[in-house]
């Protein structure tokens, strides 16, 4: 055992394991914070920012790697589900963008990686889950096209790949 964040006989249950460089993200409950993004490198374990204080946590998922960040999604209590980025310290832990304006969830889902880009399916309360892209930076998450016109409707299909710089996905 590396590290027990559970007190007593319980499991933190450690899961969505991602690597981004050198260091080991993932996803556990440890008492106190609840289930939030920890990191785990040559120095140990560590919870790398409790982003909301309540017992359940931010659950932080959908991860991938955008260069030397951990892309995923997480809700900080306030804005819903959104996309976040890490460099694997608390200051270092921020959202990427509010896609969906207040507390409603764009639920950032699916994430693929060309290049400095996570592209990803969100849904900003206009016009359905559709597919995004980010550089990890607010200017630049943007909408890459609405694929299925119309409110309510959208591409929120996890068939995508990445394959020579290009990302292939069903329509």
């Given at each position: 055992m590396v590290s027990n964040l559970?007190?007593?006989?319980?499991?933190?249950?450690?899961?969505e394991f991602h690597v981004v460089g050198d260091q080991?993200?993932?996803a556990a409950t440890a008492a106190g914070v609840g289930r939030e993004l920890h990191v785990a490198t040559t120095g140990g374990?560590?919870?790398?920012?409790?982003?909301?204080?309540?017992?359940?946590?931010?659950?932080?998922?959908?991860?991938?790697?955008?260069?030397?960040?951990?892309?995923?999604?997480?809700?900080?209590?306030?804005?819903?589900?959104?996309?976040?980025?890490?460099d694997g310290t608390e200051g270092g832990t921020a959202m990427v963008a509010d896609i969906r304006d207040g507390s409603a969830a764009s639920n950032p889902d699916f994430p693929v990686t060309i290049g400095d880009e996570v592209y990803?399916?969100?849904?900003?309360?206009?016009i359905g889950p559709e597919l995004w892209r980010t550089d990890g930076t607010e200017v630049?998450?943007?909408?890459?096209?609405?694929?299925?016109?119309?409110?309510?409707?959208?591409?929120?299909?996890?068939?995508?790949?990445?394959?020579?710089?290009?990302?292939y996905f069903k329509g």
């Open positions: 559970a007190t007593g006989s319980g499991s933190s249950s450690p899961g080991l993200f993932f374990v560590a919870l790398v920012r409790n982003i909301v204080a309540v017992a359940t946590g931010t659950n932080p998922s959908r991860f991938a790697t955008l260069g030397d960040l951990l892309f995923f999604n997480a809700t900080d209590g306030v804005a819903g589900r959104e996309a976040w980025v890490s990803f399916i969100a849904n900003d309360g206009l630049g998450t943007v909408l890459v096209r609405d694929l299925f016109p119309g409110t309510g409707t959208g591409s929120n299909d996890a068939r995508r790949i990445a394959w020579q710089g290009e990302l």
